[in-house]
């Protein structure tokens, strides 16, 4: 069983950044693939970032592909997510996920944490 605690959220203005962490313990880290979700008031959960277990394989929405980074670093169990250029579209409630290699979804989930843009 893996948990998953964010931190990082907070209120910006347009044009900001801000850098989430994820924290996972109960697990082996680095076997499990790490990703980023959000969800806005009224909308569904939607995929922001995703990360391989060695870092290797990164994929992005599009809408936040150039401003957004995710990373991991495995001796700390963490994975993070910079995100520069901060839009108000992009206010929501940001959360992590994990899922075992070659799983087909996010097994594990954080409580998220809320990320507001102001313009």
């Known amino acids: 069983q893996v948990q998953l605690v964010e931190s990082g959220g907070g209120s910006v203005q347009a044009g900001g950044s801000l850098r989430l962490s994820c924290a996972a313990s109960?697990?082996?880290?680095?076997?499990?693939?790490m990703g980023w979700f959000r969800q806005a008031p009224g909308k569904e959960r939607e995929f922001v970032a995703g990360?391989?277990?060695?870092?290797?394989?990164?994929s992005y929405a599009d809408s936040v592909k150039v401003r957004f980074t995710i990373s991991r670093d495995n001796t700390k169990n963490t994975v993070y997510l910079q995100m520069n250029n901060l839009k108000p579209e992009d206010t929501a409630v940001y959360y992590c996920?994990?899922?075992?290699?070659?799983?087909?979804?996010?097994?594990?989930w954080g409580q998220g944490t809320q990320v507001t843009v102001s313009s």
């Open positions: 996920a994990a899922k075992p290699t070659r799983a087909p979804t996010y097994d594990y």
């Open positions: 109960g697990g082996t880290f680095s076997s499990y693939g």
């Open positions: 990360i391989g277990w060695s870092g290797v394989y990164i």
